[in-house]
């Protein structure tokens, strides 16, 4: 049986045609699906019995099952989502003001291998389908909609590596911005990459204007191949050309990501060499304080050093704030997403 959020409206409208139902069945079936949020064809009472018998023998709605969900207290859920092949991935909603940011993920595990994530010390498992990506924007759509909000953002920032798994990442964005049902503006989407650079060429061609994060996590290559080992692959001055190209066809500003790592990457002399590689483009740092995680061998820096950090890059002319990670005491801050229940007290899905 398939997935239905796996189609695309397109997909969707050829099945009804080859069905022999009517132009407007497409529309029908789309909007229940992605803008009340169906999770049953039986609960679509508009559609006609038969055709929802049919779709519901040949499709499946209900999406990943959530089996665990943490809160910190402080507006930031964890929810643990259990896939049709019992692999688990973790998505993350955060509110923060009158923003509803959700946090999706685009693999089990990663290829990237970065040490300093917990994502990448699991290895890589699958990607996920375009329906699983965007399944995970549902169910936080879901929950709001009981309180009368609804997702206001969507940061692709979760297990994985978006660009790696190009297709379906951007199955899943489109069928979100679509008008006929979720509506999710393409400037409420973040997709943040460690320099895929074929990737964000790609997108550079979509015509979609979403956010675009890079994470830089070093101001040279000999210590950018330590922290991010794709980058053997892809070289500072390549992913720097292609975020260029990225942000001229889009005309959006490019956000670079720079993880802080006590006495690894967080010196003085580091951030002018970044600050060397990122003056005079259409560019934003925000740096990202280590959040530690189980097993992995690094520390934050001191907050002074931090702050010592940014003001050196906005010395040298290159836009920088600091990032405070949220839901960390859970285990939902950047790099610390592993897939599998985190210790502590687990709130059960009600
Ligand atoms: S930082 Fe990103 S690319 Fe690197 S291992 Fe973690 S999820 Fe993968």
Same mark, same amino acid.
């Given at each position: 049986m398939?997935?239905?959020?796996?189609?695309?409206?397109?997909?969707?409208? @050829?099945l009804?045609?080859?069905?022999?139902?009517?132009?407007?069945?497409?529309?029908?079936i789309?909007?229940? @699906?992605?803008?009340?949020?169906?999770?049953?064809?039986a609960?679509? !009472?508009? +559609?006609?019995?038969?055709?929802?018998?049919?779709?519901g023998? /040949?499709?499946?709605?209900a999406?990943?099952?959530?089996?665990?969900?943490?809160?910190?207290?402080?507006? !930031?859920?964890?929810?643990?989502?259990?896939?049709?092949?019992r692999?688990?991935?973790?998505?993350?909603?955060?509110?923060?003001?009158?923003?509803?940011?959700?946090?999706?993920?685009?693999?089990?595990?990663?290829?990237?291998?970065?040490?300093?994530?917990?994502?990448?010390?699991?290895?890589?498992? $699958?990607d996920?389908?375009?329906?699983?990506?965007?399944a995970?924007?549902?169910?936080? @759509?879901?929950?709001?909609?009981?309180?009368?909000? $609804?997702?206001?953002h969507?940061?692709?920032?979760?297990?994985?590596?978006?660009?790696?798994?190009?297709?379906?990442t951007?199955?899943?964005? $489109?069928?979100?911005?679509d008008?006929?049902?979720? /509506?999710?503006?393409?400037?409420?989407? !973040?997709?943040? !990459?460690?320099?895929?650079?074929?990737?964000?060429?790609?997108?550079a061609?979509?015509?979609?204007?979403?956010? +675009? /994060?890079?994470? +830089?996590?070093?101001?040279?290559?000999?210590? &950018?191949r330590?922290?991010?080992?794709l980058?053997?692959r892809?070289?500072?001055?390549?992913?720097?050309?292609?975020a260029?190209?990225?942000?001229?066809?889009t005309?959006?500003?490019?956000?670079?990501?720079?993880?802080?790592? &006590?006495?690894?990457?967080?010196?003085?002399?580091?951030?002018?060499d970044?600050?060397?590689?990122?003056?005079?483009?259409?560019?934003?740092?925000?740096?990202?304080?280590?959040n530690?995680a189980?097993?992995?061998?690094y520390?934050?820096?001191?907050?002074?050093?931090?702050?010592?950090?940014?003001?050196? +890059?906005?010395?040298?002319?290159?836009?920088?704030?600091?990032? &405070?990670?949220?839901?960390?005491?859970?285990?939902?801050?950047?790099?610390?997403?592993?897939?599998?229940?985190?210790?502590? /007290?687990?709130?059960?899905?009600?």
């Open positions: 398939r997935e239905f959020l796996d189609l695309s409206f397109a997909e969707v409208a @050829a009804m045609a080859s069905w022999g139902e009517p132009p407007f069945r497409a529309p029908q789309w909007k229940w @699906a992605w803008r009340h949020l169906g999770t049953a064809f609960d679509m !009472t508009d +559609l006609p019995r038969d055709l929802r018998a049919r779709l023998e /040949a499709f499946t709605l999406g990943p099952v959530p089996i665990a969900h943490q809160g910190d207290g402080e507006g !930031t859920e964890k929810v643990l989502l259990s896939l049709r092949d692999q688990a991935i973790e998505a993350v909603l955060i509110r923060e003001d009158d923003r509803r940011t959700v946090c999706i993920s685009t693999q089990v595990g990663c290829p990237g291998g970065c040490p300093f994530c917990a994502t990448g010390k699991m290895g890589y498992v $699958r996920l389908t375009a329906g699983e990506i965007a995970q924007v549902l169910h936080f @759509a879901r929950e709001l909609r009981g309180a009368g909000e $609804r997702v206001t969507v940061v692709v920032m979760g297990m994985g590596e978006p660009l790696l798994n190009y297709d379906a951007l199955q899943a964005l $489109r069928n979100l911005n008008r006929r049902g979720f /509506a999710l503006g393409a400037r409420r989407v !973040t997709v943040s !990459t460690v320099g895929v650079v074929p990737g964000i060429v790609r997108l061609g979509e015509g979609l204007q979403v956010n +675009l /994060a890079v994470s +830089l996590h070093a101001p040279d290559d000999a210590l &950018r330590e922290l991010v080992p980058a053997e892809w070289p500072l001055a390549d992913v720097l050309a292609a260029d190209r990225y942000a001229s066809a005309g959006r500003r490019v956000s670079y990501e720079y993880v802080l790592l &006590r006495g690894v990457n967080d010196r003085l002399d580091h951030a002018r970044l600050a060397r590689l990122l003056r005079g483009r259409l560019a934003h740092v925000n740096l990202i304080p280590f530690p189980p097993g992995l061998p520390e934050p820096p001191e907050p002074n050093t931090v702050d010592a950090f940014r003001r050196e +890059l906005v010395l040298h002319g290159v836009d920088a704030t600091v990032r &405070r990670s949220r839901g960390v005491a859970i285990q939902a801050g950047c790099g610390q997403l592993r897939g599998q229940r985190t210790e502590g /007290a687990l709130k059960q899905p009600s």
